[in-house]
């Protein structure tokens, strides 16, 4: 049995996520952090990113950075993931 706690949330991301849009996922990742210890994001139906997604991801990073929080992109495509790389977003 997960605890609410321990159980990851799961924030998705789609469309396009830029300046106008990244507000909405940033709100979704600081509320998640705030509730679980791990909060996955999920970047599968993201088609555009411009630097406000990963503004938005340093954001939900710095947040992350207390003890035992994590934070976990999965499904970013190669054109997501290559500025994620580009912006030292990954962790990498």
């Known amino acids: 049995m ?3 706690h321990t159980a990851a949330a799961v924030v ?3 469309g396009d996520l830029d300046l106008e849009t990244a ?7 600081t509320a998640a952090l705030l509730a679980r210890r791990e909060v996955v994001l999920d970047l599968s139906g993201v088609d555009f ?3 406000a997604g990963p503004s938005a991801l340093v954001h939900a990073r710095n947040q992350a950075d207390r003890p035992g929080a994590r934070l976990v992109l999965r ?4 054109r997501v993931l290559r500025l994620l ?3 030292g977003c990954t962790g990498d």
């Open 2 to 4: 997960h605890d609410r």
């Open 12 to 14: 998705t991301a789609s």
């Open 23 to 29: 507000c909405v996922p940033r709100r979704e990742l």
């Open 49 to 51: 990113m411009d630097c």
């Open 75 to 78: 499904g970013a495509g190669a």
């Open 85 to 87: 790389e580009l912006t």
